[in-house]
């Protein structure tokens, strides 16, 4: 599909750069040649001011503005347009919502949109704002490691409320025996409803993950041949991502584990 025509970027400076610009509430981040841009839930001339200047297609901008899309992923031969969802708890309803993100990836960019607030995400961005050291970091390996980092933080973030559906379901089991028959039963659905929310929103997240994984590749950088592969970065021509390469070396840690405690094992039994 083509692209709209791409507007000339003005590169920031060498080192790092942090600009807010002061009439909009687009927040920037440059390091190491390579932006970030965070905005909750971008309104329309917002998000058209971004399509301009990083040419977007138009359907991606209608996608970006629509109530609701489904996981998936868009790719252009300059970008990758990016949607997946995120449980977040709605107070105001007290049940699960999903939380949509619509991330663009470049060479030298990540935008990422969450339509509400992801706290992960604004807390990632304010610590790379604040923290000169982690900004180069994150910024010096490319916008795909960068992206990693994001997506590591949001699924970390799930935890606590799988956590918080435990406490309810052991809660409900121990007052189950208590008499209160009519307030276990709404307790029940109620706990009942999140568990099927939560795996509603995450279970469409896997094929496109995995996708996601595969198309993420030529956003990593390469490294030269005498760098260890265990480096967080993808070894130049092994033509895997830095994702297998971590798990790769964490089977290696497993093997070798097991190895010296059979070592020790043999040891002691003699």
């Known amino acids: 599909m083509p692209s709209l025509p791409r507007i000339k970027r003005t590169r920031s400076r060498a080192g790092s750069e942090t600009s807010i610009a002061p009439e909009r509430r687009i927040a920037e981040l440059s390091c190491n040649g390579l932006t970030w841009i965070h905005l909750d839930a971008p309104a329309p001339a917002e998000?058209?001011?971004?399509a301009e200047r990083f040419g977007w297609h138009p359907l991606d901008v209608e996608d970006v503005l629509s109530k609701r899309q489904r996981p998936k992923i868009d790719e252009y031969p300059e970008y990758l347009f990016v949607v997946l969802h995120f449980p977040v708890y709605d107070k105001r309803v007290q049940r699960l919502n999903a939380a949509e993100l619509d991330i663009f990836l470049g060479p030298d960019f990540l935008i990422t949109l969450p339509n509400v607030e992801l706290l992960p995400v604004t807390r990632l961005f304010d610590r790379c704002h604040d923290d000169e050291a982690l900004r180069d970091q994150l910024f010096s390996k490319g916008s795909g490691y960068l992206l990693y980092h994001v997506l590591d933080d949001l699924f970390d973030y799930c935890f606590p409320i799988l956590d918080k559906i435990g406490h309810k379901l052991d809660r409900t089991e121990d007052e189950m025996f208590e008499g209160r028959s009519e307030e276990i039963v709404r307790d029940i659905s109620n706990v009942k409803q999140e568990i099927i929310s939560y795996r509603k929103i995450i279970k469409p997240?896997?094929?496109?993950?995995?996708?996601?994984e595969r198309r993420l590749e030529r956003f990593l950088p390469r490294i030269s041949s005498s760098t260890s592969t265990t480096s967080s970065t993808r070894p130049s021509g092994s033509g895997t991502s830095w994702t297998t390469t971590r798990r790769s070396s964490r089977r290696s840690r497993t093997r070798t584990s097991r190895s010296s405690r059979t070592a020790r094992?043999?040891?002691?039994?003699s």
């Open 47 to 50: 998000a058209q001011t971004l």
């Open 205 to 212: 997240e896997r094929s496109t993950l995995r996708l996601l």
């Open 265 to 269: 094992t043999t040891c002691c039994g």
